[in-house]
């Protein structure tokens, strides 16, 4: 799939310590297989987001695993504890193999 | 359970089937009840976009944390719906994420904790009309 622009929102200033959440969105259609073509009735092939990894200054903070029950535009939010300032990396991959990715500055002042 | 009724080419997981994933994921160990609350509507409005939270009481310390959370349905066409995978560093264990549901049926939170502990929780959300497609 062309033009997947993932979004992120993450509070713009955070304190030490303090716990937040992330909140991310992918528009992504999220093709089950399960989905009968109308023309030829055959199901149209699976394509999904299947997996998500998230680092915070490279720590992992999220590895989540996606299956066909996960919407279209597939939103998601967890937690994660302030430690210090830096980047928080976000990777979608795709049944077709492609990665998404997005990174946003985590501000501890 | 009782044998599918479906027409025979459908696919369709079962209660069985989503035991069946919980075991192979935490084996002979049996799921205590408590700790996770699962937030979801009753009735689906929208089937192809059910929004539910799950939180798992937790410290969240490197001693005793919640190492994942797998989530189930045993109505829709496989049992599946996601697995979410923490540590320490994520000071709770809590998230969210929006499903689609082909019927009424049951959603299935499986925590696994860091000693090796497991909790299970069960939710009925009713479904009128399926998001699956087809």
Redesign the interface.
Known sequence: MANIKPRVRVRKKLKQGE?FEVKTIVEHDME?G???DKKTGKKIPREIINKVRVT?NG??????????????N????????A?ESGTMDFTWTDDNGADYKKSVKINVP | MVALTLAPMSVQATPSMVEAEIKKLIGDTKPADGLIKLTLPAIAENA???PMRVKVKSPMTPDDYVKAVHLF?DG???P????????P?????????????AKTQKIVALAEMSDGRAFISRREIKVTLG????
Not at chain 2, 80 to 87: D, E, K, L, N, T
Not at chain 2, 91 to 101: C, H, T, V
Not at chain 2, 131 to 134: A, V
């Open positions: 716990l089950t399960q989905r009968p915070y720590e992992l903070v999220l590895d989540a695993d996606w299956h066909p029950a996960v919407s279209a597939p939103f998601t939010s967890f937690f994660v504890t430690k | 192809s976009v059910v349905a829709n066409p496989l599946g719906v996601a697995s979410y995978r923490f540590g560093q994520n000071g709770r264990a809590e998230f969210s994420l929006r499903i689609r549901l998001g699956c497609g087809g």
